[in-house]
Structures are given as C-alpha cells and as structure tokens.
C-alpha cells in the first residue's frame, strides 16, 4: 500500500486547506483498515488530527474537531480558518504503519 498526499503548499490565515491522501495497491474499505491525517510543526512533535475508519465514521482531535472534516473519497482532509500556527508538514498514514512521504504547508500572507 502507497499513501501520497497532494494540495497546496501555501494558504493565507482564514482561509481553508484542502490536502488528499491517495492510496494505491490496496482500497480505503479494506475492512479494519483507519486512515488518519498527522501533522509536524517545526520543531515540535506528530500531532494527530484525525481518522476516518474503512466504515466511513470518523474521529477528530478535541482541539481541532471544530474546524476539521476527513472524508473518504480519497481521504479528503479540510480544515477551515487556517491560523500560521497551523503551519506543518501534513501526513496521511494508515493503522497498518503505511505512511505518505508528507506534505508542507504553510500558512502565511
């Protein structure tokens, strides 16, 4: 199983990110499988945002339940009212450790 994630590489504060994860060699139903969406921020350790489950139902972190959505399209994260804090490298990975190389995103006028 291959994870990559896409998007853009440069968001304005209060704007919304949109980031994929698509998976190849294997199918985000697979039964028992969690795709989760972690992030980086300079400096600091993983922090986990979010998963959605091979059901569909989904599971956010307290501190960013409010702003986040996961979908299972293509493991389709959306996060509004981006703050600069928000800057990261962004990772999709699975419960089964497949990870995706990571994406960079900053958030910035």
């Known amino acids: 199983v291959q994870l990559q994630e896409s998007g853009p590489g440069l968001v304005k504060p209060s704007q919304t990110l949109s980031l994929t994860c698509t998976v190849s060699g294997g199918s985000i139903t697979t039964n028992y499988y969690y795709w989760s969406w972690v992030r980086q921020p300079p400096g600091k350790g993983l922090e986990w945002i979010g998963y959605?489950?091979?059901s569909g139902s989904t599971v956010y972190s307290p501190s960013l339940r409010s702003r986040t959505s996961i979908s299972r399209d293509t493991i389709y994260l959306q996060m509004n009212s981006l703050k600069p804090e928000d800057t990261a490298v962004y990772y999709c990975?699975?419960?089964?450790?497949?990870w995706g190389q990571g994406i960079q995103v900053t958030v910035s006028s």
């Open positions: 959605i489950a091979y």
């Open positions: 990975n699975s419960n089964y450790n497949y």
